[in-house]
């Protein structure tokens, strides 16, 4: 990924990691923005001001905690706020012609990354296809 700074331009490596949020039964995403020599990426103020769909407008949704498998620094997006968005997402997705019997993993999936697709650019509809 490029990062641009007026008229410079940075290469950075992006490291996404989704990590299952067992008490908010959620994913998680964590992530963090390093140089192409790992030094990191002052990216506070650019991520500061995000907000999902439903989140209430004083409410954290991007903070550095430990990753819980690395054991190092990460951003990540609260569990939380995104319990919250999803439900919100989903509620509104549910179309009639769904069964009971139909499995919610896949649309789940797809649903949460479109959630995620501004902060991360990945093209859910290119990584899913039927």
Same mark, same amino acid.
């Given at each position: 990924?490029?990062?641009? %700074? +007026?008229?410079?331009?940075? #290469?950075?490596?992006?490291?996404? %990691? ?9 994913? $998680? ?30 409410? #954290? ?9 690395? +054991? ?5 997006? %609260? ?11 989903? %509620? ?23 959630? $995620? ?14």
């Amino acid at each position: 990924m490029e990062l641009d %700074h +007026g008229k410079q331009t940075q #290469t950075v490596i992006c490291d996404f %990691h989704i990590v299952y949020h067992v008490i908010y039964q959620t994913p $998680v995403l964590y992530f963090r923005v390093t140089r192409l020599d790992g030094t990191p990426v002052r990216i506070s103020a650019q991520i500061g001001g995000l907000r999902l769909p439903g989140s209430k407008a004083d409410s #954290t949704f991007v903070s550095v905690e430990e990753h819980p498998v690395l +054991g190092t620094p990460f951003w990540f997006l %609260h569990p939380c706020e995104t319990s919250a968005a999803m439900e919100l997402l989903l %509620h509104q997705q549910c179309p009639a012609s769904e069964t009971a019997s139909d499995p919610p993993y896949p649309k789940y999936l797809l649903a949460w990354l479109s959630l $995620v697709q501004p902060l991360t650019r990945i093209n859910p509809l290119s990584i899913w296809r039927r």
